[in-house]
């Protein structure tokens, strides 16, 4: 019987070192099934914070795009404002230099109608009343000429000045979306 007992004592150690060993062994394993849960965890909130970020970024490069089109478009209406700026100068130079014209012409007129005995404008010679009366119809249609394109010119500044304000209405416009790009 001592034998047995002897062995059946053994036998009771080998089974509570087994059992010791079993539940550290389930202790270890449930302590790294925590920690890699937790670094699953993290690892799923890195992922969505990367795909978030890849969200924005996308964003980001969407507005980026949208705001270099309005730079372009912004540069493209300097162009285009520098050029009625341009036209309207010199279509002002030109409504002058047709009135001064224009006025040169009327009082040669003057002076031809103010006379029946007219003498020439340029040479100071007498007329003949047939020469008079055509160069009086000349004149006229020179004026009339004058002033025709003097209208037409009044007309294109008036146009140009409607398409100036438009054009410096969509860049103050552009100008202010722009602003906002840096705060983006």
């Known amino acids: 019987w001592n ?3 002897l062995r059946h004592t053994q036998l009771q ?13 389930r202790l270890a394993l449930e302590s790294e099934q925590k920690r890699l849960s937790d670094r699953h965890a993290e690892l799923g909130r890195k992922v969505a914070a990367g795909q978030e970020q890849a969200i ?3 964003q980001a490069r969407t507005a980026l795009a949208h705001f270099n089109e309005l730079e372009a478009r912004r540069d493209g209406l ?4 520098r050029e009625v700026v341009e036209r309207s100068a010199a279509l002002k130079v030109e409504s002058d230099r ?3 014209e224009g006025q ?19 040479c100071g010679q007498p ?30 500044m008036t146009a140009l000045a409607g398409r100036r304000a438009e054009l410096e209405a969509e860049d103050a416009d552009l100008a202010r979306q ?4 840096d705060a983006r």
């Open 13 to 25: 150690e080998q089974v509570n070192r087994a059992r010791l060993a079993v539940g550290q062994a």
């Open 98 to 100: 047709l009135k001064v």
């Open 56 to 58: 924005n970024l996308a």
């Open 104 to 122: 040169a012409v009327r009082e040669k007129m003057e002076l031809m109608q103010g006379s029946e005995a007219a003498a020439c404008p340029l």
């Open 178 to 181: 722009l602003r906002t790009r």
């Open 127 to 156: 007329l003949a009343p047939d020469h008079r009366d055509r160069m009086l119809t000349d004149l006229e249609a020179e004026r009339t000429q004058l002033l025709d394109q003097y209208r037409v010119d009044r007309d294109m």
């Open 3 to 5: 034998a047995r007992l």
């Open 78 to 81: 300097a162009a285009e404002l």
